[in-house]
């Protein structure tokens, strides 16, 4: 991380942080009471329906000892998966999560229940590390988790077993409710404040947390919960996410009797269309600030629940994502400034970038997050990994990580385990404008300033899609900010083809894509030279895969304006 004018903006940080830290000992010394104090968990009465998909081929893998969890493996060899040191830190996030119950419960047979009993027992017998356990995202996790697979858990349990199983549910609650009372991050509030809204409608005893987490989860929805549905932190994934938990907790409410809170209602009638904007033909999520591979089971059940089936939404202003539609062809854009930084662990420099299919073939994209490893993360969160311009190989957000001097580099440690690797600084000023034309040509113009501090340069760029889709254009300019002194700059404008794409040059200039679907697009540019090199695509489903990128090449030192065009070539076939 080059310092320069964010070195205060980090000393701010971390001054807020140490202010954040005092603040919790002082809450924990005189704090109100545990609302929980002296509560116990005396029985379950209904189980939350889990709308998240089970795979019973899982339960064999299981059977076989292996453990495949965020891309990652491990074989148990007979043994419990607890004994092992996680092969990652998202690896054990999903082990001590226990999302996995339910593909044990999928199957559906006394051996899978037995087995899902032998690994609750373990858990609650203290095997495996009780850090991984404690984060709280972890813990209201493995709450839901429990809750909604308790019928799977508890079927044939002994005595004993179900009153240690209630006493575990019961110390999560207290430790989530706890929790709320310090300062943690709002994704993790929200998910906590959810967490004990199911622990109140499903559990005898411990009623009470109810109105307190009601209360904290109306005014988390109403602070996160943009008004065109986005969720604060730009993040698909994490949207997704919440939906498949608040959908079951809105009909938990029902099933009690309880008419569910507005705030609830709302926010899911709001979020479930703006899903669909991102959505493409072959039912996975456009790749921008943090989402990775998509389940597309997942996202099907939930556009079930949407009743605006007909029409996505095209335009979300406050989200930063717009949506252009014509005939085969759906192109979708990153015209936003990055979240919040409370908000921005998942964030990437991606302003302006674009993702454009041709029916169910996806062709340009960004790399996606993939599922593990902070190297790559960090890497395809970079202005590189997505289909967007790059000057001097830098990003036009600043992340949270290097440092100068070994002081500071321990800082940017401490901050990252507290609030993880957010975004310092990135464009302020991004503004977008959708036009239609008068032979219905659809029109797309934004611009960024994220490069302005360190080059003295805007970044604008246009979309132009047929009325038909056969023709996607565009237009890169950039232009020098205010009176910033003139200098050459090396700048990269990059577009990632999907892995199913074929790319090879043409003998009159330019490039060829061939999809699987027989449709055949030519790349053209002006202004620059083209080159096709070598990509990764982070969002696979089995893992990162080889893919292509095709280049356009320029310097930079005056206002300059590159043009470039995808024209289908070939009819539709498919």
Same mark, same amino acid.
């Given at each position: ?8 903006? &980090? ?7 140490? %202010? ?10 005189? !704090? ?5 104090? +002296? ?30 969890? %965020?891309?990652?493996? =491990? ?50 017998? !203290?095997?495996?590390?009780?850090? @991984? ?13 429990? =809750?909604?697979? #308790? ?39 929200? *998910? ?8 109140? =409608?499903?559990?005898? !005893? ?31 994934? &994490? ?15 029902? /099933? ?21 904007? *991102?959505?493409? %033909? ?37 989200? $930063? ?19 919040? @930084?409370?908000? #921005? ?57 290097? +440092? $100068? ?76 900010? $205010? #009176? ?25 200039? /330019? @490039?060829? @894509?061939? #999809? ?8 053209? %540019? ?16 089995? !893992? ?31």
């Amino acid at each position: 991380m080059r310092w320069g004018a964010d070195r205060w903006r &980090f000393y701010r940080l971390i001054g807020r942080e140490v %202010a954040q830290v005092a603040r919790n000992i002082y809450v924990g010394a005189t !704090g109100r009471p545990d609302i929980l104090a +002296g509560a116990r968990v005396t029985g379950l009465v209904i189980a939350p329906h889990d709308l998240r998909t089970s795979d019973a081929t899982f339960a064999d893998d299981i059977y076989a000892g292996l453990f495949v969890f %965020a891309g990652r493996s =491990l074989s148990v060899s007979g043994r419990s998966p607890f004994d092992y040191a996680p092969p990652s830190p998202e690896w054990a996030d999903a082990l001590y999560g226990f999302g996995w119950l339910r593909h044990l419960r999928a199957a559906d047979t006394a051996l899978a229940r037995a087995n899902a009993r032998a690994f609750v027992a373990d858990f609650m017998a !203290g095997r495996g590390e009780a850090g @991984l356990a404690k984060p709280t995202p972890v813990a209201a996790r493995r709450l839901i988790a429990f =809750l909604c697979q #308790s019928p799977l858990v508890l079927e044939g349990a002994d005595h004993a077993f179900y009153q240690a199983f209630l006493k575990t549910i019961g110390r999560t609650a207290r430790d989530l409710e706890r929790d709320l009372r310090r300062g943690i991050s709002p994704q993790t509030r929200l *998910l906590a404040a959810v967490a004990l809204c199911y622990a109140g =409608l499903c559990c005898e !005893g411990i009623q009470p947390i109810l109105r307190r987490a009601t209360r904290i989860l109306v005014r988390e929805l109403e602070r996160q919960i943009m008004p065109d549905g986005g969720h604060r932190s730009r993040d698909p994934r &994490f949207a997704m996410e919440l939906l498949l938990d608040l959908l079951p907790l809105r009909q938990s409410f029902l /099933g009690r009797g309880i008419d569910p809170p507005e705030a609830l209602l709302h926010a899911v009638d709001r979020m479930l269309p703006l899903l669909r904007l *991102l959505r493409h %033909a072959d039912a996975s999520l456009s790749h921008f600030n943090g989402m990775g591979a998509t389940a597309a089971d997942h996202l099907a059940t939930l556009l079930v629940y949407d009743g605006a089936m007909a029409q996505p939404l095209m335009h979300a202003p406050n989200s $930063g994502y717009e949506r252009l539609e014509a005939g085969r062809v759906l192109l979708v854009a990153d015209v936003g400034a990055p979240p919040p @930084l409370v908000d #921005s662990i998942n964030a990437g420099a991606g302003c302006l970038s674009f993702e454009f299919s041709s029916g169910p073939q996806r062709i340009v994209i960004n790399c996606g997050l993939p599922a593990s490893g902070p190297e790559l993360r960090r890497l395809a969160r970079s202005t590189a990994a997505h289909s967007t311009a790059t000057i001097a190989d830098s990003s036009s957000c600043r992340f949270l990580t290097g +440092g $100068g001097a070994w002081y500071e580099r321990w800082a940017v440690t401490w901050l990252a385990s507290r609030i993880g690797p957010v975004v310092l600084r990135g464009p302020r000023a991004v503004k977008a404008e959708r036009t239609l034309d008068p032979d219905g040509t659809r029109v797309l113009a934004a611009r960024h300033d994220g490069y302005v501090p360190d080059f003295g340069l805007v970044h604008e760029r246009r979309w132009r899609l047929a009325a038909d889709g056969s023709v996607v254009e565009g237009e890169d300019a950039f232009v020098r900010s $205010g #009176s910033a002194r003139a200098r050459a700059h090396e700048v990269a404008i990059r577009f990632h083809l999907h892995p199913a794409i074929a790319a090879r040059g043409r003998e009159e200039g /330019g @490039l060829e @894509l061939v #999809s699987p679907i027989g449709e055949v697009w030519h790349v053209e %540019a002006e202004g620059a030279q083209m080159a096709l090199e070598e990509s990764v695509y982070f969002a696979g489903l089995t !893992g990162a895969r080889r893919t292509d990128q095709i280049v356009l090449y320029l310097t930079v030192s005056e206002d300059t304006r590159v043009r470039w065009r995808f024209a289908r070539a070939t009819p539709t076939t498919g």
